[in-house]
T-cell receptor
Framework: KAGVTQTPRYLIKTRGQQVTLSCSPI?????VSWYQQTPGQGLQFLFE???????NKGNFPGRFSGRQFSNSRSEMNVSTLELGDSALYLC????????????FGQGTRLTVV | AQSVTQPDIHITVSEGASLELRCNYS??????LFWYVQSPGQGLQLLLK??????LVQGIKGFEAEFKRSQSSFNLRKPSVHWSDAAEYFC???????????FGTGTSLTVIP
């Protein structure tokens, strides 16, 4: 069974631009979560989508948004990029249910210059 | 609010020595607890999880963890460390709804020959 796939793996953007990251979950998983990982803040929860609906949301500004498609694939978008948005963005998919384990992708390394 | 504390930022052990990584959590109800490992530039891999039942759980790669409710702890152990175990280890607790997890700040493990 294929794992969680995130594209692209690496991205360099300029301040003020916007960016879209993509995540394909494990087949059959309907829950997709996004995390931001930085050396200073560690792993922080962004949001979770389940059956195309946002089920949970972390404490991030509205510049961070996401969506999920009917095939469970998910995208997250960051608008008006700031230098502080430079991070590893991790996507995780989970089976149906709650508090089930999360299976992580390798992440997208975003650098904002 | 839920939170996870990993008191040790960095640990160094000799290959073949035993290992214990500490994790303390704050959660009002029965917690869903996880340990993940992350190699440089990679996503997170699940080592083990605790949902209920036997408080000593076995995971992959020879790891085990013990849930102690009275101490709000979920420490990870391995009897004999291998050089390939060098990585970052994260403890996490389920938020209670959906698949949102709170992660500790991680413990970096160095293994010396």
């Amino acid at each position: 069974k294929a794992g969680v796939t995130q594209t692209p793996r690496y991205l360099i953007k300029t301040r003020g631009q916007q960016v879209t990251l993509s995540c394909s979950p494990i087949s059959g998983h309907r829950s997709v979560s996004w995390y931001q990982q930085t050396p200073g803040q560690g792993l922080q929860f962004l949001f979770e989508y389940f059956s195309e609906t946002q089920r949970n949301k972390g404490n991030f500004p509205g510049r961070f948004s996401g969506r999920q498609f009917s095939n469970s694939r998910s995208e997250m978008n960051v608008s008006t990029l700031e230098l502080g948005d430079s991070a590893l963005y991790l996507c995780a998919s989970s089976p149906v249910g709650e508090n089930t384990e999360a299976f992580f992708g390798q992440g997208t390394r975003l650098t904002v210059v | 609010a839920q939170s996870v504390t990993q008191p040790d930022i960095h640990i160094t052990v000799s290959e073949g020595a035993s290992l214990e990584l500490r994790c303390n959590y704050s959660y009002g109800a029965t917690p869903y607890l996880f340990w993940y490992v992350q190699s440089p530039g990679q996503g997170l891999q699940l080592l083990l999880k605790y949902f209920s039942g036997d408080t000593l759980v076995q995971g992959i790669k020879g790891f085990e963890a013990e849930f102690k409710r009275s101490q709000s702890s979920f420490n990870l152990r391995k009897p004999s460390v291998h050089w390939s175990d060098a990585a970052e280890y994260f403890c996490a607790v389920g938020a209670g709804t959906g698949n949102q997890f709170y992660f500790g700040t991680g413990t970096s493990l160095t293994v010396i020959p």
